[in-house]
């Protein structure tokens, strides 16, 4: 989509500290990190947020919740690590393209 950050970072077109890539999905470390870890995992295809998912987006949405766990152990979380979507303005959306926030290191604030 034309003007969206994360479709530019998934093509390459806006530089990221991309740690995966497959056809379906880029995986690249978060500007601003919240936490020693911090990764956001993005489908190629752009999607503004969960309410935007159709029942054909099945498949894609099966293979990124599978993909956590081995980019996980990757970056060295076999102890833990919590996933964030953030949907619509008062869910504290900035980027409308749906992501999903892998956060993970020691210290993790509880939430409250
Ligand atoms: P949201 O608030 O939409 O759930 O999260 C958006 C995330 O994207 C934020 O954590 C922010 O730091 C990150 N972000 C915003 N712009 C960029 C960018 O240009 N590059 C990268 N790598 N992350 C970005
Ligand atoms: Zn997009």
Redesign the pocket.
Known sequence: MKDC??CK?AAGE?P??KIYEDEQVVV???????AEV?L?IIPREHLAGLNELESEHDALIAHIMRLIHPIAIDQGLESGYRT???TGKD??????HL?I?LLGGRNLPGFG
């Open positions: 950050l994360f970072i806006i990221a500290d690249f470390r978060d500007i601003n990190p919240k911090h956001l964030i979507i953030n869910g504290g959306q900035e980027v409308f992501h926030h």
